[in-house]
């Protein structure tokens, strides 16, 4: 499904991502940790072509991003097949909950208004928002925009979802909600790659965790290797060896 092979990236002459490796297989849930810096957002930002990478290839679903970074057929084409959840949300400000989730509906896909209707209602029941579908987004505690970013990256039903940070902000009860939504689609075939710092939804969600430090993956494993001893852990962690 996605395959990362030897990338490097930079930004201004300063390495962020340096021979970065791996793969994640159809079905999976793919937790990516790491320190803050480490290249994390930047990893998701390859997947759906924003970036290219300098060295190296990205292949997701059978297409290289790299070669086609300047073919918006194909990249279109790949993006409608992926949901995104932006870290900081990334809603439209002006527009209310409701239509900044059928916004990628609106924009991809040919739906008659009451089957948008019906798939927008079902997605802000998912994550409890069912009641403030007229708000715009500067109503909105940063929970919920995180909720309605959530909302907006499954309505399409894309095969495979990008997670930056999904429980980040949220307290406990919504974070262990949303946990169990990720779980839930895995369980229905969807690919995620969920990008967190939290533990807690790791440990809930995760078929493979990787550490990124220093530009690659130090280390990677099941749900086992967060109570392992790997240097990278620890560091990971804040309980270094
Ligand atoms: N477009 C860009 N231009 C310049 N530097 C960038 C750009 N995007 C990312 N960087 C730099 O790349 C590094 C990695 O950033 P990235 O956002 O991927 O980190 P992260 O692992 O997601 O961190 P966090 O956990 O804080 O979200 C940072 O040093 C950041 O400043
Ligand atoms: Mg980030």
Same mark, same amino acid.
């Given at each position: 499904?996605?395959?990362?092979?030897?990338?490097?990236?930079?930004?201004?002459?300063?390495?962020?991502?340096?021979? +970065?490796?791996?793969?994640?297989k159809?079905?999976?849930?793919?937790?990516?940790?790491g320190?803050?810096?480490?290249?994390k957002s $930047?990893?998701? *930002?390859?997947?759906?072509?924003?970036?290219?990478a300098?060295?190296?290839? %990205?292949?997701?679903?059978?297409?290289?991003?790299?070669?086609? /970074?300047?073919?918006?057929?194909?990249?279109?084409?790949?993006?409608?097949? /992926?949901?995104?959840?932006?870290?900081?949300?990334? *809603? %439209?400000?002006? +527009?209310?909950?409701?239509?900044?989730?059928?916004?990628?509906?609106?924009?991809? !896909?040919?739906?008659?208004?009451?089957?948008?209707?019906?798939?927008?209602?079902?997605?802000?029941?998912?994550?409890?928002?069912?009641?403030?579908?007229?708000?715009?987004?500067?109503? +909105?505690?940063?929970?919920?925009?995180?909720?309605?970013a *959530?909302?907006?990256?499954?309505?399409?039903?894309?095969?495979? /979802?990008?997670?930056?940070?999904?429980?980040?902000? !949220?307290?406990?009860?919504?974070?262990?909600?949303?946990?169990? *939504?990720?779980?839930?689609?895995?369980?229905?075939? %969807? $690919?995620?790659? %969920?990008? $967190?710092?939290d533990?807690d939804?790791?440990?809930?969600?995760?078929?493979?965790i990787?550490?990124?430090?220093?530009?690659?993956?130090?280390?990677?494993?099941?749900?086992?290797?967060?109570?392992?001893?790997?240097?990278?852990?620890?560091?990971?962690?804040?309980?270094?060896?």
């Open positions: 499904m996605i395959e990362f092979k030897d990338v490097f990236q930079s930004f201004g002459g300063r390495p962020v991502l340096r021979g +970065l490796s791996f793969n994640v159809d079905g999976e849930c793919f937790v990516l940790m320190p803050s810096g480490s290249g $930047t990893t998701l *930002l390859h997947i759906v072509g924003v970036y290219k300098r060295r190296g290839e %990205v292949v997701v679903q059978g297409v290289d991003v790299g070669k086609n /970074i300047d073919n918006p057929d194909v990249l279109v084409g790949l993006r409608r097949k /992926i949901g995104l959840v932006f870290q900081g949300g990334a *809603l %439209v400000n002006w +527009l209310n909950v409701y239509d900044n989730v059928a916004l990628p509906l609106r924009e991809a !896909l040919e739906l008659e208004e009451n089957e948008i209707e019906s798939r927008v209602n079902d997605a802000l029941e998912k994550v409890l928002l069912s009641n403030d579908s007229e708000k715009l987004p500067s109503e +909105l505690s940063g929970g919920m925009r995180k909720r309605v *959530l909302a907006r990256a499954l309505v399409t039903r894309p095969p495979l /979802i990008l997670y930056d940070e999904p429980t980040a902000g !949220l307290d406990p009860a919504m974070s262990a909600q949303i946990a169990r *939504l990720i779980v839930d689609f895995s369980q229905h075939g %969807v $690919t995620s790659v %969920v990008v $967190t710092h533990v939804c790791a440990r809930r969600v995760a078929s493979r990787a550490i990124l430090s220093k530009g690659k993956i130090q280390v990677e494993g099941d749900k086992s290797l967060l109570d392992g001893n790997h240097p990278s852990v620890l560091e990971f962690l804040g309980h270094p060896a």
